[in-house]
């Protein structure tokens, strides 16, 4: 089976263009070729997929072989591949994904894709949505108790649950302690995306991030919408900013429309053959 390993701000997956390959046991491949010590090594497996809806559909899987409504990160590789490798043949690509089709933007650089703007869609707040177990509308800075302290929460579905908590000090996290237990707290019966952040300024913002199914990755594409939102929703920052991650940096913006717009790189890293059963 060919493959194609790429990231987005360090966010990585194994791609396979399903056009051409054929992908039996998605989540059981997932677990076996995301391994760092004995497979490929990724954050999880996109297949690129034929569309009735989009030029493409994308179909993503955490590593631990879970399925993902969406992946910010993911996608914008997806629209980076379809492009350079000729499935498309515009800059525009559309893309299904299981929370809908997205609009992909491709700024292209010496013949190759570069950059991509995703509209991520509408943010949801409602409860139902993330599903998150509490009562209201929204929730918006809802005391929640991780490892004995407790936090301001704010829950946004961007197709996928996010949790966002702000702090005065990042370093005041654990992540290996703190992330897990935020993302199998027992509000959040199917889990959930866990993000800290710093406000550094009312357009800039540091985010650690524990992805539900994959741990401690080095970016979150929907994750960092979700942090927009929650910023511009609980005051701490403006509508654009700039989300700086371990693994670089990622503009956001949450229109008048309501759609979040995300802009970041798109790197294809190399490509192989998979042999393992």
Known sequence: MRFTKMHG??????????????????????????????????????????SNEADVRMEMYNADGSRAQMCGNGIRCVAKYASDHGLVSSTTVAIE????????????????????????????????DL???????EIVNVPIEINDRTYALTAVSMGNPHAVIFLDDLDAI??????????????????????????????????????RGSGPTRACGTGVSAVCVAGARTGH???????????GFLSLRWAENDHVYMTGPAVEVFTGDWHAV
């Open 9 to 50: 701000t360090e966010n990585d997956y194994v791609f396979v263009n399903c056009f051409e390959e054929q992908v039996v046991d998605a989540p059981a491949l997932a677990r076996v070729i995301s391994s760092r010590h004995t497979g490929v090594g990724s954050d999880g497996l996109i297949l690129i997929c034929p």
């Open 97 to 128: 994904s299981d929370d809908g089709v997205k609009m992909a933007e491709c700024v292209v650089e010496q013949g190759k894709v570069a950059t991509v703007t995703i509209d991520m869609g509408r943010p949801r707040f409602a409860p139902a």
């Open 131 to 137: 599903p998150v177990l509490l009562d209201g509308v």
């Open 237 to 247: 920052t403006g509508r654009e900013i700039t989300a700086h991650v371990p693994g």
């Open 174 to 211: 654990d992540l290996p302690v703190d992330g897990p237990a935020l993302e199998s707290h027992p509000l959040f019966p199917q889990r959930v995306n866990a993000h800290f952040v710093h406000a550094e300024s009312p357009n800039s913002v540091r985010v650690l991030t524990w992805e």
